[in-house]
């Protein structure tokens, strides 16, 4: 009798075990989507950054009172990856314009780095100059490849 007692009771937990157990399971991560006002030139630390490095999205940095990105190997916590630089040409600043003009040209660009199934699961988004930066002399969009998934594992650049 008891053992009938206790596969009930068990029969009768297990139920509320899976229940406790699925409040622990972790949902995949939602696929983030950056866009051309994701971080600008005025952001620290991107200046520094030389076609095919990889760096870390911005994040608020107490040391420096802002927010930041960080160069890093492309396998240890990198988000994105510089994959190019196109040089707009002189004239006012036109937000629309350049912005048209970065989607544009780094869309050349990552089609010519990932063709076709290549290409699957990755994004890519310019980096544009601002009215400031514009005004400084800045010309130049950066193009950024990244996985909306999360982090690197590598960089994902073809090898030549």
Not at 99 to 115: D, I, L, M, Q, T
Request: proline share 8%; charged share 20%.
């Amino acid at each position: 009798m008891q053992t009938t007692r206790r596969s009930s009771r068990l029969l009768t937990t297990a139920p509320a075990v899976l229940a406790l157990g699925a409040l622990f399971v972790l949902p995949a991560p939602a696929a983030v989507h950056k866009g051309a006002d994701f971080m600008t030139p005025e952001t620290t630390g991107v200046l520094n950054l030389e076609p095919g490095e990889c760096f870390t999205d911005p994040e608020y940095s107490p040391a420096a009172g802002e927010e930041v990105v960080l160069y890093t190997a492309c396998d240890q916590h990198a988000h994105n990856q510089s994959y190019g630089f196109v040089h707009a040409d002189d004239g006012p600043y036109d937000r629309a314009a350049l912005a048209a003009f970065g989607w544009n040209s780094c869309e050349r660009g990552f089609v010519h780095y990932w063709p076709g199934d290549a290409g699957a699961g990755l994004d890519y988004y310019p980096i544009l100059p601002t009215a400031e930066t514009w005004a400084d002399g800045d010309r130049d969009v950066m193009c950024v490849v990244y996985d909306p998934r999360g982090e690197l594992t590598g960089s994902l650049l073809p090898r030549a």
